[in-house]
């Protein structure tokens, strides 16, 4: 179930096959030149892209992905208008960093069994470190209180060092909750729009304890204040694969992993956009599942710009950050219910494949709908009548 960075690279040199083919990485990372790896599904003239791993402690959005390219493969899934990108990691330093420290505490020859023990013990101290927010030390991070930089295996010493070097300013244990790329940067906050001011802590209160306006495990958005401000590598890399589909993407699957939630605002003034993410929202809800019902999907008038994420969903169509585990605690407790942990990888690779079936549909269904409604309200009202309307012809066939 958990996978350490080596375990994934091997999954993904399988990958090479009849129906999945490999591209050149997208770029190879600043420190250890790990190749951020991008594969391509089908030939269509309409382009989805699925990107994991953006934060590194999220490791099950990677597992998910994995685990969706296997299906694919396996029952010979392919979408005839589509090509699918698959950007399985990232960040890989970023994976690297925090699976080796799970793998330093949980050693080569631990059972499913006591992992999945281990990890619910991290899911109870998690959860109690989020109800107890003014508490100076986090439970969670003491369970990984000896793990430290020397988890990293010495062949990546410019890595290793790096590592030393950011921890010493935050608390013992916290590479567990290591999110950012190597560099001690997170790739969602790595934006202009981000302001944190000189030491601020993380404004969630469960990392508590780890400083935003230092490279930190998380949360810091690099030197964001300054004129000289420029992307990480691992966001102007894919920014640049987005440029030049740009005008054929009809779908960006950004994979995160807690709550269950899809994120498909801030609303631009794009009506075609607004239109168009939310009804895909609605076809990639109908099989996940979240307690009794489904995943929630957040449809406020925000409008705010804070997140990397929020610019690409101003750009491009079809992008929707999808929190995948109604189960919390970053990066290891959601694999301590396994039923939690199979519900979340089957339902979301069902919505997949709903989801990608659908997309012609979806795109005529916005065609239609902006000839009839402009004004956002109504267009978020008139797609729950006619989604519903849908559903009930497909429900009773
Ligand atoms: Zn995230």
């Avoid at 699918?84 to 990691?89: A, C, D, M, V, Y």
């Avoid at 302001?195 to 802590?201: D, F, G, R």
């Avoid at 400083?211 to 920014?239: A, M, V, W, Y």
Wanted: proline share 4%; net charge positive; hydrophobic share 30%.
């Amino acid at each position: 179930m958990i996978l350490d960075y080596n375990e994934c690279q091997k999954i993904m040199d399988s990958f090479n096959n009849r129906i999945i083919t490999e591209k050149p990485p997208l770029a190879y990372t600043n420190n250890e030149k790990l190749p951020i790896r991008h594969f391509t599904l089908g030939n269509g003239k309409k382009h989805i892209i699925v990107t994991a791993g953006q934060h590194s402690n999220e490791i099950i959005t990677v597992t998910f992905v994995l685990n969706l390219m296997n299906y694919l493969i396996k029952n010979n899934i392919s979408f005839e208008s589509l090509t699918i990108h698959f950007i399985p990691i990232l960040n890989p330093e970023g994976y690297l960093i925090n699976t080796s420290a799970i793998r330093n505490k949980l050693g080569r020859n631990t059972t499913e069994n006591e992992i999945t023990k281990f990890s619910y013990e991290f899911y109870k101290k998690f959860k109690s470190d989020t109800q107890n927010k003014d508490s100076k030390t986090k439970e969670h991070q003491l369970m990984f209180k000896d793990i430290n930089h020397t988890s990293i295996n010495s062949k990546y010493n410019i890595l290793r060092n790096n590592v030393e070097e950011i921890l010493s300013n935050h608390p013992k244990g916290s590479i567990i909750d290591w999110a950012s790329n190597g560099n001690g940067i997170d790739l969602n906050s790595n934006t202009k729009k981000r302001i944190v001011k000189p030491n601020e802590y993380n404004w969630q209160l469960v990392y508590n304890n780890i400083r935003l306006d230092i490279p930190s495990p998380i949360g810091h958005p690099g030197n964001n204040q300054s004129n000289n401000f420029k992307n990480e590598l691992e966001i102007t890399s894919l920014k640049k694969l987005l440029e030049e589909l740009k005008g054929n993407i009809f779908g960006l699957l950004n994979y995160h992993s807690i709550g269950g939630i899809i994120y498909q605002r801030p609303e631009s003034n794009n009506e075609f956009i607004t239109t168009y993410n939310y009804l895909l929202s609605k076809y990639y809800q109908e099989y996940t599942i979240k307690n009794k019902g489904t995943y929630d999907i957040i449809k406020d008038k925000s409008g705010k710009i804070v997140s990397v994420n929020d610019h690409l969903r101003i750009n491009y169509p079809g992008n929707i950050l999808i929190e995948l585990s109604p189960m919390m605690g970053n990066p290891i407790g959601v694999f301590g219910d396994k039923n939690n942990y199979n519900t979340t990888i089957q339902s979301n690779i069902n919505s997949f494949i709903y989801t990608m079936t659908n997309i012609d549909r979806i795109l005529s269904l916005t065609n239609n709908i902006l000839q009839k409604q402009n004004n956002i309200d109504n267009i978020y009202q008139y797609i729950d009548k006619i989604y519903e309307q849908e559903n009930h012809i497909k429900r009773s066939h």
